[in-house]
């Protein structure tokens, strides 16, 4: 009994482990999402991953709504997504980070 208890144990923590493991693979930065994985988002996860990405940048995505709409522009431009990104797939640099369709320089969210 003592036996099976230790292997039940030490298989929760190699589980936990696992799972631990697994979910900071997930948690990659969201500037590194290729334009053809944004452009398979929802809207709202598409304004979502924008807002995280700004963030990842140490800019406040909430202080500046101008800032903002000149990310989520300049993404769309640069994945070549009709619609300004509300729709449609990436037609430009499908296998790019979205970050690098971005002038950092001259957001302004701060």
């Known amino acids: 009994m003592i036996r099976s208890s230790a292997k039940t144990g030490a298989a929760l923590v190699?589980?936990?482990?696992?799972?631990?493991?697994?979910?900071?693979c997930q948690?990659?930065?969201a500037g590194a999402t290729t334009c053809s994985k944004f452009s398979e988002l929802s809207?709202?996860?598409?304004?979502?991953?924008i807002?995280?990405?700004i963030r990842e940048h140490g800019l406040d995505p909430s202080s500046n709504a101008g800032g903002v709409i000149t990310v989520e522009m300049q993404v769309?431009?640069?994945c070549g997504m009709p619609?300004?990104?509300s729709g449609g797939k990436a037609t430009k640099n499908s296998s790019s980070p979205i970050e690098d369709g971005?002038?950092?320089k001259g957001v302004t969210a701060k």
């Open 27 to 29: 948690s990659a930065s």
């Open 76 to 78: 769309a431009q640069f």
């Open 43 to 49: 809207f709202n996860d598409q304004g979502n991953l």
């Open 83 to 85: 619609g300004g990104g």
């Open 51 to 53: 807002t995280k990405m």
């Open 102 to 104: 971005v002038d950092w």
């Open 14 to 24: 190699v589980a936990l482990l696992v799972g631990a493991l697994m979910a900071g």
